[in-house]
Each structure stands twice: as C-alpha cells, then as structure tokens.
C-alpha cells in the first residue's frame, strides 16, 4: 500500500534549540495533517495543510506543505521540555474526502533542559 | 479527551478468547476509526466507518470485526484469528471523513 516517510526516527535537542521532522512521499497528497502524542498519552490533532506551498504557523511551530505536495515540514523553533513527545504527519492521497488516514513512523523529540 | 471515552484503559486476556474493546464519542461525529500502535511505530489503520451502519476495513483488518450500529458507538472486538493482538488500541472520530481526528485515551491489550 502506499506509505509515507518520516525523517528522523528520533531527535534529541537541548532546550533552546531548533528541530525539524520531515514527512516525505513518493506521489501527491491531498492534503496533510500534523499530531502530537506525549508519552503515555494519546496523538493530538495540531494542524491541516491543503495548499500547495502552504506556510502556516501556531507560536514556536512553522508548518510547510511542498509546492508539489509530496513533501510537509514541521519546524520548532527554541525547544522546551514541553515539546517532548512524538511527532506523526497523516496523509490523504488522490482527491481527498477518502475517510483514510496513512500515518507516518513518526519523529520521537526528547529535549534536554 | 475532547469527548471520546475507551474502556477499559488496561485489558488482559488469555490466548484463544475474542475480546472487544469499547469506544464512545459525544461529539455528534459521524466518522469513526480504530488504530493500532505498535512500540516505536506509527498507527495503523483496522477499520473505519463514515456513517451508521456502514465500516470499511483498513490496512489490517484481518483478525478484527467492528459494528456500526449507533453513531456514538464503534466497537471493535480482537478475534481468535488475530495472530499478535498485544498491542496499544486508539479509537477516534471526525466530524466528516478528511476532518481533523479526534483521539481517545486508548486501550492497551495484553494478550498471554
């Protein structure tokens, strides 16, 4: 079936500094989502991303959409020790409104303060 | 949170038994879904359903059933058939299909 690839598995930051996670696929998405799991707890919806080339941004987090929707970013800029958790993106291909999301690995963020 | 209850939070279950796992949503959603988290992997997909009395089956399906019989309602039961069932269960639901997923706090079986 068709998968979506994120990069990297893990990360560890010292508080203060940058992280990014990639989310990369081989064909067009129809769009993409961003959530947030802490450990222990369960994933939390962080944002949608329709457009091609799409920036948007929630405080410290800067989210990307590719201009060939193949590709989505998520960037945290001075990492806090409430950052820890784990990072997933969820696609939908082909025309959207499928009902079907494919998650990716995810990117485990430890941050040491 | 956010209106979606799973219960029970830990369940054991000796091999060969059927199990199902409860999920609830106040949210007035129509779409529901059931994942699986292995550790250190993502979600995947078992089963999902757009509307009352309608699922289809998702990435792994096999092994696993799931009813659709009022909208707040979708439970999931393990089977026999499912050959390594040990693992962490979410549920969740969306307004419509494509919306953004609402989560439950899980289901961890232990199978032995």
């Known amino acids: 079936g068709q998968q979506v690839m994120q990069i990297p598995q893990y990360q560890h930051v010292q508080e203060g500094e940058d992280f990014t996670t990639y989310c990369n696929s081989s064909?067009?998405?129809?769009?993409i989502q961003w959530y947030k799991q802490r450990p222990g707890g369960h994933p939390v919806f962080l944002i949608q991303l329709v457009k091609s080339g799409e920036v948007k941004k929630q405080k410290r987090l800067t989210f990307q959409f590719g201009e060939a929707k193949k590709n989505s970013s998520l960037h945290i800029t001075a990492t806090q020790t409430t950052d820890v958790g784990t990072y997933f993106c969820?696609?939908?291909?082909?025309?959207?409104?499928?009902?079907?999301?494919?998650f990716g690995q995810g990117t485990t963020l430890q941050v040491k303060p | 949170d956010g209106g979606i209850t799973q219960s029970p939070k830990y369940l054991f279950r000796k091999e060969g038994q059927n199990v199902t796992l409860s999920c609830e949503q106040n949210l007035n959603h129509d779409a529901m879904y059931w994942y699986r988290q292995d550790p250190g992997q993502g979600l995947r997909l078992i089963y999902y359903?757009?509307?009352?009395?309608?699922?289809q089956k998702g990435d792994i399906a096999e092994g696993y059933s799931v009813s659709r019989e009022k909208k707040e309602s979708f439970p999931l039961t393990v089977t026999s058939a499912q050959k390594n069932p040990t693992a962490f269960y979410l549920c969740?639901?969306?307004?419509?299909?494509?919306?953004?997923?609402?989560f439950g706090p899980g289901t961890r079986l232990t199978v032995t």
């Open positions: 064909t067009t998405l129809s769009n």
């Open positions: 969740a639901s969306s307004r419509q299909q494509g919306d953004e997923q609402y």
């Open positions: 969820a696609v939908e291909y082909g025309s959207g409104n499928t009902g079907k999301l494919i």
């Open positions: 359903s757009q509307i009352v009395n309608d699922f």
